[in-house]
């Protein structure tokens, strides 16, 4: 626990500062949270995505190893949050809730920065591949979870497939595996693209937390935060062992599996109509919150 200070200081405050930034400036200065998200998610997410891959030399089975325990610890998460919800007998909306709040970690606003300041720069290719896996299961999950009680919907899934960070994964490796020298002109505009994205993402959870207002607590709230925030880095610590992963990608992997929940659940369930200003208080308390238990995990890891 000697580490804790200066994992505090040198890791955390750095990222709480941007969020912090953007949670006062946001109101102040009128900064549309939806026209910086969008720029985030079409743009600058893209180029990183395709930016970091591109040059990342990961084998093939060991980036399977990696998706296998990313998704074996989330599904974990899924299943404990839909048992205790079912168990304390919540409606079926509370306990999709439940469900996606378990299933979304913010591995791209948090996990990205955290990772970078905790591993170094060269983590983050690894962290990608994590946040890739992620957003895949969790749109799929908190999809089907939010359209549980009024249909289900095939296209919506499909949409997944189409969101810009999939979309530049296949480019992406298709540079990596060919070892295609991409021309200065690419690059630089790629770099500039790539380099933008954690600040900004940082500052628009920011902005997106202030809007949200001050959260109410309640019981559900507190156990579904908990569920994320506890599940993960306990089923992570237990099961990362199976998989036989170096030192970095197992450090990257537990990290990213200890997030809070993404903002995009609040969305998702915004859109679906289900129970937004519960799930909404409840991604800003666990974002809140994960300041210490992320904490605890870069002590132990």
């Given amino acids: 626990m000697t580490q804790l200070p200066g994992i505090f200081l040198n890791v955390l405050v750095p990222v709480f500062a941007l969020v912090l930034l953007g949670y006062i400036t946001g109101p102040r200065l009128q900064f549309e949270a939806r026209t910086l998200s969008r720029l985030a998610y079409f743009i600058l997410t893209p180029a990183f995505v395709f930016n970091v891959l591109s040059q990342t030399r990961i084998e093939a089975a060991l980036a399977g190893r ?8 989330y599904l974990g998460s899924i299943v404990i949050a839909f048992v205790t919800a079912r168990l304390l007998r919540r409606s079926a909306a509370m306990t999709a809730a439940y469900v996606m709040i378990a299933a979304f970690g913010n591995v791209g606003n948090f996990g990205l920065p955290i990772i970078q300041f905790a591993e170094g720069p060269e983590a983050l290719g690894i962290a990608t591949i994590y946040f890739l896996a992620n ?5 799929i999950v908190c999809v089907s979870a939010a359209n549980f009680s009024h249909g289900f919907s095939m296209r919506i899934v499909i949409q997944v497939f189409k969101t810009p ?8 490796l298709l540079v990596n595996w060919s ?13 500039l693209l790539s380099g933008a994205l954690i600040p900004t ?17 309640s019981a559900d709230l507190l156990i579904s935060s908990s569920i994320r925030l506890i599940s993960g880095p306990v089923l992570a610590f237990a099961t990362v062992g199976w998989f036989m992963l170096p030192a ?6 537990i990290l990213q599996a200890s997030m809070p929940t993404a903002v995009l ?6 859109e679906n109509k289900l129970l937004p200003e519960f799930v909404t208080a409840t991604v800003l308390f666990s974002n809140v919150v994960s300041i210490l238990t992320l904490a605890i995990v870069l002590v132990l890891l």
């Fill in 66 to 73: 990696m998706i296998g325990f990313i998704t074996l610890v």
């Fill in 265 to 270: 659940v609040s969305i998702i369930a915004m």
């Fill in 135 to 139: 957003l895949v299961l969790a749109f």
């Fill in 165 to 172: 960070a999939l979309l530049a994964l296949f480019p992406a």
């Fill in 201 to 217: 993402m940082l500052l628009v959870l920011g902005v997106q937390l202030a809007n949200a207002g001050v959260p109410k607590l």
């Fill in 179 to 191: 070892g295609i020298a991409l021309p200065t002109v690419v690059s630089r505009p790629l770099d």
């Fill in 248 to 253: 970095l990608e197992r450090n990257v992997g």
